[in-house]
């Protein structure tokens, strides 16, 4: 991992946010080669999810066709938003502190402790020492506890999907480090959402929060997208953008971040097709990442354990990736895919009856103390008639939610490879190269003239003048050029193009394939269509 760090440093892909003041926690920016990578991986996102879908096709493994479109909203809502969705009540992490390292500390749901930043795993050096924690792990009454051997003398404790509910007791989690539990203070809960304040005064009334995922911004303008396009159900609503997290404990490089960015679907179908459509995504979603390049062995798909799942929810998986910062046989999530049912909409309207049931049974919602909802709803009709049956119905939705930092790690961690490739004498010499998919790599394309004379570097600008207007492309006429190819493996650039004497003969050039190595000439005026097809 810290060579992947280091590249994507040295070659601007990723710095830490406000560097010269020392950093600031959990923020990162994307340099010149990020900014195109991620670009390219929302871009894919979009086109592949939303802009492309062809609502008139079933897409394989689809139960009907449908229809995709999407939104841009606004990262501060209504603060009545976040109340309505759970947010403000339930978006909690649970923190503790060390009163003597003053190390701090949250809860991890999946490893079921307390991890502190950076911090990854119980390590033991013996048998005897793993069987005394298992001993101990199991007298305090821990479930899904697994012993795991990773060679001969290393031996790790890990513990799954035990969430800090299922604990209950703080005794149950001590973490590693901590001398006693007395020297940890009591467990609290933490609102992950950033606060912030609207207008001039900036009272109490006016307080209102950075969204902390774009799905409600769908959900709030659900009437509207129906009521202004011609859609109908089974459709999804697609967006792209940022999201804040006030994460504890912001860790490894920008997987756990504070300001991210997500590429949400919320899909609406009808309650009785809904398991089918959650069965689609998670295989459409799954297969999405492995075209783009992420290998079958370093992907799971980790289904839920019933008592991790939302009351609402008939089932939730979660994408998973085994990225390498992470110890051998352990994954970390890329994208969750939620069946929410029909909470999100039934939360936006305001204790309706259920037009559904014969008895006119209220809507299950969280009840104040005068048994009314705790917080007022929007008021307004979210349901939906079907026009042909006209049956009216609050559809069911299906939930696929990316996100777009993580999934950019984990194509840099995929791509980043160490080979040997011949120099110009045949000699092998060691190269780091990124194999990213072509769609996402930054520059698709790099120029070069073989030398700086006898007109070479004239043709060589015009060639990427002429490529400019279609990709982006990069010219370089510096150094070796053994070193300029290196320079762009690195990068992850597909494909170089070089310009030497026969091109001034025969007015064509060598390309050369970053994976393979191969090199072919063609003509100048065919690189245009040629790269089109190799890219696309
Ligand atoms: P985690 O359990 O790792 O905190 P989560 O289950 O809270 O993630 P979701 O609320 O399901 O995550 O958000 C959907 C997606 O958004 C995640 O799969 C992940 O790709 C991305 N995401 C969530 N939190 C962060 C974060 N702090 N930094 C970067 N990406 C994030």
């Known amino acids: 991992m810290d060579k992947i760090v280091s590249l994507c440093k040295r070659r601007g892909f990723l710095f830490q946010s406000s560097e010269i003041y020392g950093g600031v926690q959990g923020f990162w920016d994307y340099g010149p080669l990020g900014v195109e990578l991620k670009r390219n991986l929302k871009d894919a996102w979009w086109q592949d999810m939303i802009s492309s879908h062809n609502e008139l096709l079933v897409p394989a493994n689809a139960p ?208 009785d097709q809904s398991k089918q459509w959650y069965q689609y995504w998670r295989d459409r979603r799954l297969k999405w990442y492995t075209e783009l390049g992420l290998s079958d062995e370093a992907l799971i798909m980790r289904e839920h354990h019933v008592e991790e799942l939302a009351h609402y929810s008939v089932g939730t998986a979660d994408i998973e990736y085994a990225f390498p910062f992470l110890p051998e046989g352990e994954y970390g999530e890329l994208e969750g895919i939620a069946h929410r049912g029909d909470f999100d909409l039934r939360s936006h309207m305001e204790g309706k009856l259920d037009p559904n049931s014969p008895e006119g049974e209220p809507m299950q919602v969280e009840l104040n103390e005068h048994g009314k909802p705790k917080y007022k709803g929007s008021g307004k009709d979210l349901s939906y008639r079907d026009p042909i049956t006209n049956e009216r119905f609050i559809p069911h939705v299906i939930e696929p939610s990316a996100g777009a930092d993580r999934a950019a790690l984990a194509f840099l961690c995929e791509a980043y490879t160490e080979d040997k490739v011949p120099d110009d004498k045949g000699e092998l010499q060691e190269r780091t190269v990124m194999k990213l998919h072509p769609r996402l790599a930054p520059v698709k394309a790099a120029i070069f003239p073989l030398v700086k004379k006898d007109g070479m570097p004239e043709i060589a600008k015009d060639i990427y003048s002429e490529l400019k207007k279609h990709m982006n492309v990069f010219y370089d006429d510096k150094g070796a050029v053994g070193k300029r190819y290196r320079r762009q493996d690195e990068a992850g650039t597909p494909y170089c193009i070089t310009v030497d004497t026969d091109t001034l003969n025969d007015k064509t050039v060598t390309i050369r394939d970053r994976d393979s190595l191969e090199q072919v000439r063609i003509k100048i005026d065919d690189l245009v269509s040629e790269l089109g097809d190799r890219l696309s």
């Open 64 to 271: 009907t066709e449908f229809e995709m479109v999407g939104l841009d909203c606004t990262i501060i809502m209504h603060p009545q938003v976040w109340k309505c969705s759970g947010h403000y009540d339930l978006f909690h992490d649970h923190m503790v502190d060390c009163k003597e390292s003053k190390k701090r500390y949250r809860f991890d749901q999946i490893r079921g402790r307390w991890c502190s930043r950076g911090e990854q795993r119980i390590f033991v050096t013996t048998m005897a020492e793993a069987e005394q924690e298992e001993d101990e792990v199991r007298r305090r009454g821990m479930k899904y506890f697994k012993l795991r051997a990773k060679n001969a003398d290393e031996l790790t404790i890990e513990k799954e999907s035990l969430t800090f509910d299922q604990i209950q007791e703080r005794e149950l989690v001590l973490a590693p480090d901590a001398k006693s539990l007395d020297t940890l203070t009591e467990p609290r809960e933490f609102n992950l959402m950033f606060k912030t304040t609207l207008g001039a005064l900036g009272g109490e009334a006016d307080v209102t929060f950075l969204r902390p995922e774009t799905a409600q911004g769908i959900f709030v303008n659900f009437k509207n997208v129906v009521d202004t396009s011609r859609v109908k159900i089974p459709f999804g609503i697609g967006q792209v953008g940022k999201s804040f997290r006030n994460e504890i404990t912001p860790r490894n490089f920008t997987f756990r971040s504070r300001e991210f960015e997500q590429m949400e679907i919320e899909f609406f179908c009808h309650p």
